[in-house]
């Protein structure tokens, strides 16, 4: 029986009931005891492996389709109406060829499952910044991760009364076809739709679907933005506390930024830093002229290798109860879990990410490069005490940032707002095992935003560009680049907690009280500036990160003018502006 008298909300379901001809259908309330209930079923069929209760009280483990355990960007539409409104870098398809090949692909396809109805909110419910969802699934797995990932039950119905002011998202499991797997967004309609997936990326409707692509569309038209942005607080040893936003690529590190625990040096004079949020920034104009960030989300949906004690105690601590990890290695000795890079013994006695009888003494990986942990803000043990306000926090700067081999600094920063903003645009990164593809190439991610911008990406960086008309006093603009390495290949930068020092900078420029040397590319640090006691790196290694190879820039310039070519003329004239600038300092 539905859980509403909204006749909007009504009318879909029953025509998604129709379509898809579930045996069931099942509104999830939020209440504990139903979910406990979905979670006892999980375990029954397979779906989910209760872990040890005592050292992991709450989690689950799941292992996906072992075709499908990542984003497919090659995959993912944007279908408005004109084609030229997605652009270049989105697939499009018409919204009317799109629903016939989805319908007909979800027709009947809940047949013999029960249906999941999960009201849900993305952002704090009530908050005039909230938006409100609903998704349909197939899949407890989906109802049990958004349940983490967003506010889910019966008070979003409540808030949402009779408006048809909701996102519409129907997801079917199908049958895993990697080649009728489908990504759906319809901006003009608010609709997704999402077909022979079970990847959290790609099924958890709120986040990439809801909170980037089709938030970032809303923004658009309502002057906000929705970003690919961590957002953390930094108390300095006066007591005052600064709100940064940084934009990465997936899997570069955002969630180790946002959770960073500071230097012991640092710790000693009273630093301290706070997460608001890990992947996604909501960010508006307030009322007292300074841009407003808020996380829409409820929890971290973070990359499992790589996290340990030392490299992210936080996000560890986070998914120590009530979590869902996602294609980690199962340790049998002691019904646990365990990844590469956790620590450096591996479970002789386990399964891998297939659900194959793996040791540790095996070449190959026991945990899959995406794997993940879903794990509830509310754990984390430095959850800013912002997370729930819903007006958010005030941004003194914009970080972007990008994984570079070779050539970028560790830090510059833009000259003003609009420069800032080319910086953004001409960011490149080398792809990660986030997304399925060749790992390793550098592409093109502006703001970190290429899969998730749901327009576009000329009209996006206008919207940017038009930001600082409604803005008084604008963040400043900054880039990072954690990941330089030397001739060995290794990272010359330490990272993780030595970030503090770089932000310190940061912070120090937004307060006007430090000189930079001014560069063709913006303004760079002093090396004497970087506070580095207690690092472990020499002066002359920090030297060289902050060195601007001119010749190796002047050979990224017609990389980025054929980039921007690609957008004709939706180019903003500012960002041509800005190249030309660029190439005549160099
Ligand atoms: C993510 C991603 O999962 O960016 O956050 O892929
Ligand atoms: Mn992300």
């Not at 045996?23 to 040890?52: D, F, S």
């Not at 953004?424 to 986030?434: C, L, R």
């Not at 803005?471 to 010359?492: C, L, S, Y």
Request: glycine share 8%; proline share 6%; hydrophobic share 35%.
């Amino acid at each position: 029986m539905s859980l509403t008298t909204n006749s909007h909300v009504n009318t879909w379901i029953n025509a998604m009931v129709n379509l898809t001809q579930p045996e069931e259908v099942v509104w999830i309330t939020g209440e504990e005891e139903q979910l406990e209930q979905l979670r006892k079923q999980a375990c029954q069929t397979g779906e989910l492996i209760k872990l040890n209760q005592e050292k992991l009280p709450g989690c689950y483990l799941h292992r996906t389709d072992p075709n499908d355990v990542a984003r497919v960007e090659g995959r993912t539409y944007i279908c408005c109406k004109k084609e030229e409104d997605a652009g270049p870098t989105n697939n499009w398809m018409a919204p009317m060829e799109m629903y016939e090949k989805l319908y007909t692909i979800a027709k009947g396809a809940m047949a013999g499952r029960t249906m999941y109805v999960i009201p849900f909110s993305m952002g704090k419910v009530g908050s005039p910044f909230a938006k409100y969802g609903i998704e349909i699934t197939d899949s407890i797995y989906v109802v049990l991760n958004m349940v983490i990932m967003t506010r889910v039950g019966k008070e979003i119905l409540t808030a949402l009364g009779d408006s048809d002011d909701y996102t519409k998202g129907l997801h079917c499991k199908d049958q895993l076809n990697p080649e009728q797997r489908y990504i759906a967004h319809f901006p003009q309609d608010n609709t997704i739709i999402s077909v022979n997936s079970g990847y959290g990326g790609n099924v958890l409707l709120g986040k990439k679907c809801l909170a980037l692509r089709i938030a970032s569309h809303m923004g658009h038209q309502e002057g906000w933005m929705a970003e690919h942005m961590l957002i953390l607080g930094i108390e300095n040893p006066k007591g005052e506390i600064y709100y940064v936003a940084a934009a990465f690529p997936s899997a570069c590190g955002k969630t180790n930024l946002a959770m960073l625990i500071p230097p012991e040096i640092y710790q000693k004079k009273g630093w301290k830093v706070y997460c608001v949020g890990d992947d996604i920034a909501w960010i508006r104009p307030g009322e007292d002229g300074r841009l407003w960030a808020v996380n829409p989300e409820n929890g971290f949906f973070g990359v499992a290798p790589g996290t340990s004690p030392k490299s992210n105690p936080n996000a560890l601590a986070s998914s120590m109860k009530n979590s869902i990890f996602t294609n980690v290695v199962h340790n049998l000795d002691n019904n646990t879990v365990w990844w590469e890079g956790l620590d450096k013994n591996p479970p002789s006695n386990a399964r891998d990410w297939l659900g194959k009888d793996w040791d540790g003494t095996k070449e190959e990986k026991g945990a899959h490069p995406n794997s993940r942990f879903t794990a509830p803000a509310v754990n984390c043990p430095c959850i800013s005490s912002e997370f729930e306000s819903p007006k958010g926090v005030p941004l003194s700067a914009i970080i972007f940032g990008g994984r570079r081999a070779k050539m970028m600094p560790l830090v510059y920063e833009a000259t003003d707002w609009t420069h800032g903003v080319f910086v953004g645009s001409i960011m490149g990164s080398e792809t990660t095992a986030a997304a399925t593809g060749k790992v390793g190439v550098v592409r093109r991610d502006p703001m970190a935003m290429l899969p998730f911008c749901g327009y576009n990406m000329g009209d996006y960086w206008q919207h940017w560009i038009d930001m600082k008309n409604k803005v008084e006093k604008m963040p400043k603009v900054f880039h990072v680049n954690w990941f330089r390495t030397n001739d060995a290949g290794q990272f010359i930068w330490p990272g993780f907690g030595d970030n503090l020092r770089v932000l310190e900078w940061i912070l120090e420029r937004c307060k006007g009280t430090l000189e930079a040397k001014e560069t063709p590319i913006g303004y760079v640090p002093f090396a004497k500036d970087l506070y580095l006691e207690g690092a472990d790196i020499s002066f002359e290694a920090l030297e060289k990160l902050l060195h601007i190879e001119e010749e190796k820039w002047k050979e990224e310039i017609p990389g980025i003018q054929e980039f921007y070519n690609r957008f004709g003329d939706k180019i903003p004239k500012d960002l041509k502006r800005e190249l030309e600038k660029l190439e005549n300092r160099l």
